[in-house]
């Protein structure tokens, strides 16, 4: 099972100069529970804006760079290899960005986790739409902004409504 998680705004928005355009820390919470002990597979720039492994994971990064090295994740060269490698650790991957990386994998997803953030910001980086021919929003929980996280946002999970042939 390949999913992807993505917190994106009402525009399909998801950051701006390397970086996320909220901080949500129940859906950074959700991200945590959601994503450890299964391996993730991120591209070099949303690794860069992390900044560090995240722990408890296989932190698998594709990058072109072939110079590029850092301690504790492996770094491979297309998200086909991602994904082959991390299929050989678990059964559950989980894709976390950034937009490239999105674009070359939503056809080989089975399943979207999606944070919905009800706002509208200036951004430079987008999520392909969603297509409901294609996905099927089989949950929604929706939470009010509070004094820790600074906009309404509804969880939502997607599922693929027909499978592809070949991964």
């Known amino acids: 099972m390949i999913t992807i998680v993505v917190a994106m ?3 399909n928005e ?3 100069d390397n970086q996320l355009l909220w901080h949500l820390p129940k859906d950074l919470k959700h991200f945590k529970e959601m994503t450890t002990d ?20 296989t932190n698998i990064v594709v990058s072109r760079k072939k110079d590029w090295f850092e301690e504790g994740i492996l770094i491979v060269g297309s998200v086909k290899e991602a994904v082959k490698f991390a299929k050989k650790i678990d059964e559950q ?22 944070t919905l953030v009800q706002t509208n910001l200036e951004a430079d980086t987008f999520f392909p739409k ?15 902004k509070d004094e820790k996280n600074e906009f309404d946002f ?9 499978k592809l042939a070949e991964k």
């Open 93 to 114: 991957v989980f894709i976390i960005g950034g937009g490239n990386i999105y674009e070359q994998t939503l056809d080989l997803t089975d399943k979207l986790e999606v």
């Open 38 to 57: 299964h391996p993730i597979i991120m591209g070099r720039k949303t690794y860069e804006s992390i900044g560090k492994a995240l722990p408890d994971r």
């Open 14 to 16: 998801i950051g701006a």
């Open 130 to 144: 969603i297509d409901p021919k294609i996905w099927n929003k089989i949950e929604e929980v929706c939470h009010e």
């Open 9 to 11: 705004g009402l525009d």
């Open 154 to 162: 509804c969880f939502q999970t997607y599922e693929r409504k027909v």
